[in-house]
C-alpha cells in the first residue's frame, strides 16, 4: 500500500475515470467519505452524504488532499516581512 510522503498516511491511488488523472484517497473508509473507490479508479459519490443509502458502495473514502495536514505545503507561498 502506498502512503502519504508528507504525513504517512496510508492512501490508494486511483484514476478518475472522466480526467485520467490519479489522486490520492485515504485508505482508511470514513463516514463522511464521498468517494467510492474500486480496484483502479474512483467515483465521486452524490449518495454517500450520510444521510442516503448508497447502493453501490459498501464503504466510502476521503481525497488525501482534504485530510492531509500538510497538504498546503505543497502551495506554500506565504510572503511576510520577515
Ligand atoms: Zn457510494
Ligand atoms: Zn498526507
Redesign the pocket.
Known amino acids: 500500500m502506498a502512503a502519504?510522503k508528507?504525513?504517512?498516511?496510508a492512501i490508494l491511488w486511483r484514476r478518475n475515470p472522466k480526467t485520467g488523472r490519479m489522486a490520492p484517497i485515504d485508505a482508511a473508509a470514513s463516514p463522511r467519505g464521498n468517494i467510492g473507490v474500486d480496484t483502479e479508479s474512483y467515483a465521486l459519490c452524490n449518495a454517500a452524504m450520510g444521510h442516503v443509502e448508497c447502493a453501490e458502495h459498501r464503504e466510502h473514502h476521503t481525497n488525501?488532499f482534504a485530510t492531509?495536514?500538510?497538504?498546503n505545503l505543497h502551495h506554500r507561498s506565504r510572503r511576510g516581512n520577515g
Do not use: E, L, Y
Open positions: 502519504c508528507s504525513c504517512g498516511a488525501h492531509c495536514k500538510f497538504a
